[in-house]
């Protein structure tokens, strides 16, 4: 039997390539696929078909060689994910997975938002969304209490779930309105005029860190940006008090 190739993503695929197997989705829209062998019982895969950046998965591909070899598993074990249950926190969220607004936005967005969400749903996710109050949101927020940035993350995550679903008409209000951060930086010091001369004083015109120490103070962009940019977006040098730093 040939193996096929988890890596391809599916874009490049046309149909599902494994032979006798074949999906179709259940009322709520849920994704199902089996192997339909004749002369066989049909199984129902339980692993999950793509991943991320839309390539199918090594789990599902070991699955079905598995399965097509004989070894369908223990008749008396249960799916791998609960039943996804109408009206659910796990349904909202696997809603949202599959809306316009949240596959429009980055793959490392989208990714996070997954992680996090994914983990409030092992806890909550069968309990109706509908019924979720703020202080069921602060109690979540508390237990990660001693990881803050996890726990506002988790809250900030749920306002834009909630979010989503009010403007869907999923959800009448948002459970996580008015829950504050744990988490409250003072910020960055901004430079004083003093402290950019000093370290103008210390880093002469011509070494690397005065070069990146100019771009960020005379064009404000983010650390991010600024190792992009190349020599295709300067059209004039840059002035700095009686210095001129061409680049």
């Not at 399965?67 to 926190?89: H, N, Q």
């Not at 990881?147 to 995550?157: E, M, N, Q, R, S």
Request: net charge positive; proline share 5%; charged share 30%.
């Amino acid at each position: 039997m040939e193996k096929t190739r988890s890596t391809v993503p599916l874009a490049r695929r046309t149909g599902i390539p494994f032979k006798h197997c074949s999906r179709d989705r259940d009322r709520h829209g849920n994704e199902r696929f089996y192997i339909r062998v004749p002369g066989m019982p049909k199984y129902r895969m339980r692993a999950a078909y793509m991943d991320e950046s839309g390539s199918i998965t090594k789990e599902f591909t070991d699955e079905y060689h598995r399965v097509m070899a004989g070894d369908r598993g223990d008749k008396k074990a249960g799916p791998l994910y609960p039943r996804i249950e109408p009206g659910s926190v796990l349904w909202l969220v696997q809603t949202y997975y599959r809306s316009k607004s949240f596959q429009s936005q980055s793959p490392a967005t989208r990714k996070d938002k997954r992680s996090v969400l994914d983990r409030y749903c092992r806890n909550v996710g069968q309990l109706p969304f509908q019924k979720i109050r703020k202080s069921d949101i602060e109690a979540s927020q508390m237990k990660r209490v001693t990881t803050p940035g996890a726990a506002d993350k988790l809250v900030k995550y749920l306002k834009a779930l909630f979010n989503w679903a009010i403007t869907n008409d999923h959800a009448v209000f948002n459970p996580a309105s008015g829950v504050t951060k744990i988490h409250k930086s003072p910020g960055f010091h901004a430079w004083s005029e003093g402290e950019l001369e000093k370290f103008r004083t210390e880093y002469a015109i011509g070494t690397t860190a005065r070069l990146a120490f100019e771009l960020m103070v005379n064009l404000g962009v983010r650390r991010s940006d600024l190792v992009k940019l190349g020599w295709k977006n300067w059209s004039c040098p840059i002035k700095t008090g009686q210095d001129q730093i061409s680049v």
